[in-house]
């Protein structure tokens, strides 16, 4: 800190320039900028005074903050890099030429650095850069942000999408999947976001780098759906809404290049989606190239077409037809469809109330699909029931619209969206099979097996849908039926990953790795909390690594427990809502309940915040102190600011929660102690004589990972111990020296290379001097061990010969003293080990047999 400070407070340096960007002014000084920033050089030099006290700078991409990060880099002040301001740090580095010639390490590289190894590794994290680029341009251009990201794209998603037909292909080595249909990509939604200039150079490219225009067909529906949300074009014979001239005219660009952008192949696009497209074209009044490219389209698949995708509406209402008859392509399909579509000339028998909406229908295709409507048309007292209202229905009435097209045989879209109220809803109206084949209840039961419950991502969704659906989306089984399948995938694919990881690493030398972020993770943020807790006891259930559920879980908190205030120093609690703040106790609490028990499965960092906020929301005790235990097994990981624990009684007494820290240590201290008790036990176990049969029963319960360095240090020379117990206390030994070489022996934080991203150029230096002692102390144990071995071959040869040429005699002394080479051996061995000053214990036993010789210096400090 002291040796920042001169760098971090240089504003007790009186400035000696003012910068000043857009609105704000900064009051800096000339030398950190200079020596950074080729443009603000060029600035001064060009000057014609000396004294250059004012400086304006015009256009800064990302303006006054964009700045401020900058200055913060010349200034040598750490802040994080992140996906979100990547575009803005890289375009104001080549705004100011921060580049390698005025400086080594300098933002642009820096910020190059980071796209090619973190922000450009996945599409979502490439769209996200894109979308910010949009509102920088042309200097994104320029420094070629938009362009790489575009290519990242492409590249990714065509990658993707061969190894997906690839393994459908293995899937389907009959042939038989000609016909499949194609499938919404997983990230197709990120692609909503961008701009149709932006969003048209990325298809472009993507079809560049191989991409199948059969799997462009859902991106581009959902892009058109979001795009030209808002528009009337459902309405029959009506006039056009009145729209700003600069929103249609927008509108218009996005549909006529979507409609450029359609793949050429049959089927690619449904044909409902082809109507909606020509019935927003005609609306907008786009080029007639335009709309005669969509009625050709539709032509080739008329076959898959029904009514209402022909019945466009004529938005001109000249009064001679309500609908666009120029634009209908079959006249004989709508003469044989009018007779069932046309059912309103029937005078409507029953009106059913659902909330505030009414609905006149007609009770024959009720009844006949709905048993629950069947059952109150046949209770009613009269025949005449004309009026039906219908209480808590799920879904509403929109739910119940959905069931009512079903009954109607009214085409609608099944999708993973609507498919948990469509369970539901048929569950409360009791559409099975009892009623009608193929009723809306095996409908949606097939479409959750075969469709929507594959995926993980699907899974959750229809699970958070569900949420506001109960308690009939249990009675349904929908939820339980939606975490099973989350826990059949997400333990199917860690076993596949951890397979494929211990393949890779088959030398063994994989016993430290942190555990990976599922790319899954991110969508178990918006369950509810105790629908997340049945989620992750089915997936222990499973078989799911308790290791892998650490990045999990912290990914929740940090969603659920955002907002509060827990890093502050000896500040007031600020005031929140009672029932925010028993809903973020309870969260806090269950996720407690569910950590892991494996060590360093969690982060000494993400326990402290834990802890704060279990003593911010005043939890349970049983809460905090099961954190502080936790805290007190990896205390040896945690630095300064896990343990400034605030305290926030504010009391007067303390800034900080000493009492916390205090039962921490305590607990550390006992946990210390309890390593060694196995040891301390099986040394005063061998104080008398036993046989090489009762030392290696007792020692094979012995933990040798888990002693300190002074009990190893002491192991290695106790000649009560058997040999084997000796080799396993070296070899872990040596490899506790190998992982100090290699800089970790688990995982920090995920936050670990973000720190080190952050870090500045100057605290990116190599190792100190001591790993060059540890790795030659490694290398001289390697060599120390092999001797051992080798010596120990020998032992074991001699022993068979005498045992086999000469009796033993059992009462004599001799017979209990260990042979001399051996023993000298293992103390020359354990002299790497034994400079840490072995602990003792009172009330030491002492053998008889062994007092009539003075014992050596490496003896004295027995604990027996």
Known sequence: MKRASAWAFSHEIPSDVTVKVGEVSFSLHKFPLVSKSGYIEKLVSASSGDDV????????PGGAEAFELATKFCYGINFEISVENIAVLRCVAEYLEMTEDYSVGNLVGRADSYLNEVALKTISGAVSILHVSERLLPIAEKAKVVSRCIDAIAFIASKETQLCSSMRSDISSDGMASHQRPVVQWWAEDFTVLRIDIFQRVVIAMMARGFKQFSLGPIIMLYAQKSLRGLEIFGKGR???EIEAQEEHE?????????SLLPREKNAMS????????RAAIYLETTIACRLDLEKRMALQLGQAVLDDLLIPSYSFTGDTLFDVD??????TMKRASAWAFSHEIPSDVTVKVGEVSFSLHKFPLVSKSGYIEKLVSASSGDDVSFIELFDVPGGAEAFELATKFCYGINFEISVENIAVLRCVAEYLEMTEDYSVGNLVGRADSYLNEVALKTISGAVSILHVSERLLPIAEKAKVVSRCIDAIAFIASKETQLCSSMRSDISSDGMASHQRPVVQWWAEDFTVLRIDIFQRVVIAMMARGFKQFSLGPIIMLYAQKSL????????????????????????VVLETLVSLLPREKNAMSVSFLSMLLRAAIYLETTIACRLDLEKRMAVQLGQAVLDDLLIPSYSFTGDTLFDVDTVQRIMMNYLQSENEKHSAYNADDEYFSPPQSDTEKKKVCSVMDCQKLSRDACAHAAQNDRLPVQTVVQVLYYEQQRLRDSMDGSVGWDSPNNFRDKANLSP???????????ILRRENEDLKLEIVKLRMKLKEVDRSSLRSASSSPVIYGSPSADKPPLPRKSFINSVSKK?????PFSRGGSATNPLKSRVKPDKNRRHSIS
């Open 762 to 772: 100057n605290e990116l230096n190599p190792m100190s001097n001591e790993f060059s």
């Open 833 to 837: 080990l034994g400079r840490l000053s």
């Open 562 to 585: 955002r907002g509060l205030e827990i890093f502050g120093k000896g500040r007031k609690k600020i005031e929140i809502e009672a029932q925010e703040e028993h809903e973020k106790r």
């Open 53 to 60: 006290s004012f400086i304006e700078l015009f256009d800064v």
């Open 271 to 278: 044909v409902s989606f082809l109507s909606m497209l020509l």
């Open 239 to 241: 006039k056009k809404i």
């Open 327 to 332: 634009t209908e392509l079959i006249s004989s």
């Open 251 to 259: 509108k218009r660009v996005v549909l006529e290049t979507l409609v």
